[in-house]
């Protein structure tokens, strides 16, 4: 199976682009190749944030603990206070969770600053895809428009793979926003594990055991 040579989670724009594209060729709108450790949209926390300099840091810090982390139960809140969901139902704490799981690269269990902003550009990109194919607004969309922006964020996943995609996060022949983003962050990060061990770039590696239950457990 082949997979995205590129920021899968991207934002775009306007009409979804065709998928007559090369593996390695980025998607208009799409974040370029990065490296894992972090991204390239923010630099790393300084310790001088301010509510004048980013209205973010507002939210988060509400929310944090002492350690400058937040859990599950702290992003749900501090997402819900932010408003990113707009007329969407609030985020569940599972979907909460796999977030957090998306970007714990140290397997803290927690959530920092530079995680929750990198987390936040995401989240727009996704809710953009959402509300192209959701134009009543009722917060579901039909089965075959999650197919469509699974193809259009540039993965490219057999009939077969997508079929189950879809009967797992699909609820009386809808899916609902909160199971689409679910969704989005479980084909990002497991898409971001496979690639990373995927040093040729071939569409498949070996992998140990335990190396692959941490990953898929976690989410």
Same mark, same amino acid.
């Given at each position: +199976?082949? =997979?995205? /040579?590129?920021?899968? $989670?991207?934002? #775009? @724009? !306007? ?18 190749? +990065?490296? =894992?450790? /972090?991204?390239?949209? $923010?630099?790393? #926390? @300084? !310790? ?172």
């Amino acid at each position: +199976m082949a =997979y995205p /040579g590129f920021g899968a $989670y991207g934002s #775009y @724009s !306007g009409q979804m682009p065709r998928m007559q594209m090369a593996v390695r060729q980025p998607m208009p709108g799409a974040v370029p190749n +990065m490296s =894992y450790a /972090g991204y390239s949209g $923010y630099s790393a #926390y @300084s !310790g001088t944030y301010s509510a004048a300099a980013d209205p973010m840091w507002i939210y988060f810090t509400a929310v944090a603990g002492q350690d400058g982390e937040v859990d599950a139960e702290e992003l749900q809140m501090c997402l819900m206070h932010s408003g990113i969901s707009g007329t969407y139902s609030p985020f569940s704490l599972e979907t909460c969770r796999i977030m957090i799981s998306m970007l714990d690269r140290d397997y803290t269990g927690k959530m920092g600053f530079n995680e929750f902003k990198e987390l936040w550009a995401a989240l727009n990109a996704w809710k953009q895809n959402f509300m192209m194919i959701d134009q009543d607004r009722s917060g579901t969309v039909e089965l075959h428009a999650l197919t469509q922006v699974i193809a259009a964020m540039g993965y490219r996943l057999s009939p077969q793979t997508l079929a189950a995609i879809v009967k797992r996060y699909s609820k009386n022949g809808r899916i609902f926003f909160d199971d689409y983003v679910a969704c989005c962050v479980k084909l990002r990060t497991l898409t971001d594990f496979f690639r990373r061990r995927d040093n040729m770039q071939q569409g498949f590696v070996n992998f140990v055991y335990d190396d692959f239950l941490q990953c898929t457990m976690a989410i």
